[in-house]
């Protein structure tokens, strides 16, 4: 199920080029903000090799959960964005049941790797002040310090308010699919009352810890 099929076009933002430009800007900005002008060469080059292995990281993403719940790579990043805003349901049922696979698979990963993410986040975050304190770089080190503690906090609530918006879409979804019929009765093309696995689409099993 391409994007075109069902009338979407991809929008620029996500593309594979302004993926890669918006790594780069940030990276580059940063490094710049830390260590000044006088070595923008090196930091341009480490940006441009940063740059591409987090393009290709996400574009590969994006291809693995396309397959796994049955779209287009290119639709991917739309349907990630409406269950982040719960904002308006695809009308086609098919990608409906596209959605509900992927809330699956972005609840079964945070359940996964909740246990090794956030605290290797903040070895990383507040382990490398560490070491600009001991070269004596103080101002860097307060900088880091500071931005890992914003960028960690903000991390933490959008991690809360994601799985509370996932599971506000599934029963959105779940909704539609159950007008005009009996709870019995209730499926969405693809997925059904039960999704793969014989596992329940709704229901308080298969959500993240906290979204209940």
């Known amino acids: 199920m ?7 076009v991809q929008r620029w933002q996500d593309r594979w080029w302004a993926v890669g430009l918006l790594v780069l800007v940030v990276w580059v900005g940063i490094r710049l903000a830390f260590d000044g002008w006088s070595g923008w060469p090196g930091i341009l080059v480490g940006g441009l090799v940063y740059a591409g292995l987090m393009t290709w990281f996400v574009m590969r993403r994006r291809r693995r959960d396309a397959r796994a719940v049955g779209t287009d790579a290119a639709r991917v990043p739309e349907l990630e964005r409406r269950i982040a805003k719960n904002g308006e349901l695809p009308d086609d049922p098919a990608e409906q049941a596209a959605m509900i696979r ?8 945070l ?10 986040l903040a070895l990383i975050f507040f382990g490398i002040p560490v070491f600009w304190f001991a070269a004596g770089n103080v101002g860097a080190g307060l900088w880091g310090l500071a931005f890992g503690a914003a960028f960690l906090g903000w991390m933490v609530w959008f991690n809360r308010r994601f799985v509370r918006r996932m599971a506000a879409m599934r029963q959105r979804i779940e909704g539609v699919g159950t007008e005009g019929f009996g709870t019995e009765g209730a499926r969405i093309k693809g997925v059904g009352a039960e999704g793969g696995g014989g596992r329940p689409v709704g229901g308080a099993e298969g959500f993240a810890h906290g979204a209940r």
């Open 2 to 8: 391409g994007s075109q099929e069902h009338g979407q």
């Open 102 to 109: 992927l809330i699956r698979r972005r609840e079964e990963k």
């Open 111 to 120: 359940r996964r790797n909740r246990w090794w993410a956030f605290p290797l």
